[in-house]
């Protein structure tokens, strides 16, 4: 019993040191000066080169757009849709969600990571404007200088200037911070007139704007997401039934996209995307990172050119309107080009969308596959083969007919390009 009684001393000693250190730790921890915004840091821009690592392909932050405006310039639909979506507390706590702050001890302590999602508004305007990326341990004092500052600033600011500057700062795609810029740039009006359906495409954005952009190749994520965004205000009171019902099925439009500054888009996103993925969107928003790819600007640039020109061909001989192209050194593995379409920039094509990495129907593409394939197991250029209507579904007869209890659909009788079938022939 003494001995139990002595070590619980002991350990009630060491508690009492710690949480001592811990106090003086973060009373004397240094706080940036959250009572200017405008003193806010300034990004470090990520830029992404070519193999030589001299020629730039894309600066993430050139050409930013940021236009601050009031919360009276903006609609009532973008507030109500990002507090639903991003903090649905946003009106009840005091900077800090107590739940998700034991949620990303508990993370961080599994090794899943620090934070895991969950932030609340106030954290994420302290994040996206007084702190910088860390990386190591000095992640933790990032996070604890988020949580402390959040506070405070709830101490200081009405829940109102806390939105408006929240709004104001927010990452919406590429060079876009801000509602302002992003209304002007993806439906060419002022925040203050978006509608409901907009707000919530807009407010789906900021939790990854790389891959919820518009002029992506998510755009079935992008929709989810609105949808998601939608029943939140449905669910929060912020909207009624016959509004949700209205949003959710309205066609939105958005403004084509602005060509400049980027060479290789499809490449450079495609890079962007996987860097996101492996590091984090702050990290590539705020990091500073010079990233060399692998990609070669002289045989990308014939690239781009075969594509267009094969492409034009093909449009006019067989109404063909689109072709990609990836080059890739096969003794390493190097994407060396890629062109995603004939134009990046061509809306009457989905230009944006990277027909390179779409899951599709390969086509005549996988016919050198198949013929070496044919050749290591003992076909000749001689050896005969039936060129004749078969059926490769055994739910339905040799004629292509669904047998009973079976539906037409599953039926597979590919046929040739011009419908016709020339029975024996040689492989060659």
Known sequence: KRFLKNMALLLGSGCLLLAGFAVFFLFSMKIPDFNSFEDRKVANSTQIYDRTGEILLYD???????TSVSLGQMSLNIKNATVAIED????NHHGVRITSTIRAILSNLSNVGIGGGGSTITQQLVKN?????????????????EWMLAIKIEQVMSKEEILEYYLNEVPYGGTLYGIEAAANTYFNKRAVDLTLAESAYLAAIPQSPTVLSPYG????????????????????????EEEYT?????????????????????FVFFIREYLEEKYGADTVENGGLKVVTTLNVELQAKAEEFVRD??????????????????????TGQILTMVGSRDYFDKTI???????????????????FIYATAFTKSFTQDTVLFDLPTEFQSTCDPYGRARAGHSQDECYMPQNYDGKFRGPMKLR
Not at 60 to 66: P, T, V
Not at 129 to 145: A, D, F, N, P, W
Not at 313 to 325: D, I, P, R, T, V
């Open 60 to 66: 993430i932050h050139q050409g930013i757009k940021r």
């Open 88 to 91: 649905s507390e946003f009106y």
């Open 129 to 145: 404007t007084l702190l910088t990326s860390e990386r190591g341990l000095g992640r933790y004092v990032r996070k604890i200088k």
């Open 217 to 240: 190749k998510n755009r079935d994520r992008l929709e989810a997401r609105k949808n998601l965004v939608l029943s939140r205000m449905l669910e929060l009171g912020f909207i009624t």
């Open 246 to 266: 209205n949003a959710k099925s309205e066609v939105v439009t958005f403004v084509p996209q602005a060509t400049a500054g980027i060479k290789a888009p499809h």
């Open 310 to 331: 094969g492409a034009l061909e093909n449009e006019k001989s067989w109404n063909g309107k689109n072709a990609a192209l990836v080059a890739i050194d096969p003794k």
């Open 350 to 368: 989905d230009g944006n969308f990277n027909v390179a990495t779409a899951v599709r129907q390969p086509g005549s593409s996988f016919k050198p």
